[in-house]
């Protein structure tokens, strides 16, 4: 089993909808939880971290389920430019600079 | 800032010939990371370094040497390249209180033939 799991798409979605990515992870001491965007040839960016509590930031929402070893990652009203791959990002031993990556998941949105 | 910066943007090389990929940042980072990226499989951790004169491997450290010598500076060494180390590779650098927001570099896309 792959330490990080992702769904890699391509989802094709049309403006204004909603799109959710799921990640599996097989750690189950994993501490922290990251979501990167990649453009394509591009280096990838933090979008956004992953808190137990969930986090919104806009029209994107980030959740944790530890139980069932999985975070989320919903982007509400699509937009041309959220067109990417979606990185799942997961530190297993809290050492900095120590992190897994998903292979992503590739979002793609039409007018 | 400049942030990461990276050089060269692309290279080809061939086999069995040796090159440094150059990483810098200013952003005065403790933490620096050097990763490959390849078709289907997500970026790998080759090298990494926590501080001036400090390194420890990654997940796929072979045919590759890294030295620290300054806090700014973190290069890559291709010993002797294969065809195998075709791939992106980008650098990476943190402060040391955020453990999860790297700073990339906009990668080195290298070819070996």
């Known amino acids: 089993r792959k330490e990080v799991e992702q769904d890699p798409g391509p989802f094709n979605v049309p403006e204004g909808a909603t799109v959710a990515f799921n990640c599996t992870y097989s750690?189950?001491?994993?501490?922290?939880f990251f979501w990167y965007r990649q453009d394509c040839r591009k280096e990838p960016k933090l979008l956004m971290s992953?808190?137990?509590s969930g986090n919104e930031d806009g029209r994107f929402t980030a959740q944790l389920n530890r139980a069932s070893q999985y975070i989320s990652l919903l982007i509400r009203d699509s937009k041309l430019s959220d067109s990417a791959t979606y990185l799942c990002?997961?530190?297993?031993?809290?050492?900095?600079?120590?992190?897994?990556f998903g292979t992503g998941t590739r979002l793609q949105v039409f007018p | 800032n400049a942030g990461v910066t990276q050089t060269p943007k692309f290279q080809v090389l061939k086999t069995g010939q040796s090159m440094t990929l150059q990483c810098a940042q200013d952003?005065?980072?403790?933490?620096m990371s050097w990763y490959r990226q390849d078709p289907g499989m997500g970026l790998r951790l080759i090298h990494y370094?926590?501080?001036?004169?400090?390194?420890d491997q990654g997940e796929v450290p072979n045919g590759y040497n890294v030295s620290r010598s300054t806090t700014e500076d973190f290069p890559l060494r291709l010993l002797s390249a294969a065809p195998s180390q075709t791939s992106v590779y980008f650098c990476?650098?943190?402060?040391?209180?955020?453990?999860?927001?790297?700073?990339f570099g906009p990668g080195t896309r290298l070819t070996v033939t």
């Open positions: 990476a650098s943190t402060r040391g209180t955020d453990v999860h927001e790297q700073y």
């Open positions: 750690n189950s001491a994993s501490q922290s």
């Open positions: 992953v808190y137990s």
């Open positions: 990002v997961v530190n297993f031993d809290n050492t900095v600079g120590k992190l897994i």
């Open positions: 952003m005065n980072h403790e933490y």
């Open positions: 370094s926590v501080g001036a004169g400090i390194t």
